[in-house]
Nanobody, 118 residues
Framework: VQLQASGGGLVQAGGSLRLSCAPS????????LAWYRQAPGKQRDFIAG???????TYAEPVKGRFTISRDYDKNAVHLQMSGLKPEDTAVYYC?????????????WGQGTLVTVSS
């Protein structure tokens, strides 16, 4: 199974984008998921996620601007990003614990590039 991340692109500062992440195989459900980002030359940082209990967490730089949500109909997770800044430019990755029956599988998505122009 793979995680498919999508929705990246080029946007002007102040604009919005919505990223999505979903398992490649529908019979895997999302138990927990987090979004990370990695800017050129920098480490990969956590930015938002939800736990298996449903608790959502956001990193300080994105609080109030980004919202993580679950789409149960599509078995996907979205990251709504608004008020984008040039410093949000990075490759965004999703990382999830996928569940099938009683087993959990930790999987990384391939990354989607977000570029915010000033």
């Amino acid at each position: 199974v793979q995680l498919q991340a999508s929705g990246g692109g080029l946007v002007q500062a102040g604009g919005s984008l919505r990223l999505s992440c979903a398992p490649s195989e529908s019979f895997f459900s999302i138990n927990a998921l987090a979004w990370y980002r990695q800017a050129p030359g920098k480490q990969r940082d956590f930015i938002a996620g939800f736990s298996s209990s449903g608790t959502t967490t956001y990193a300080e730089p994105v609080k109030g601007r980004f919202t993580i949500s679950r789409d149960y109909d599509k078995n996907a997770v979205h990251l709504q990003m608004s008020g984008l800044k040039p410093e949000d430019t990075a490759v965004y990755y999703c990382n999830a614990d996928l569940k099938r029956f009683t087993k959990l599988y930790t999987v990384w998505g391939q990354g989607t590039l977000v570029t915010v122009s000033s």
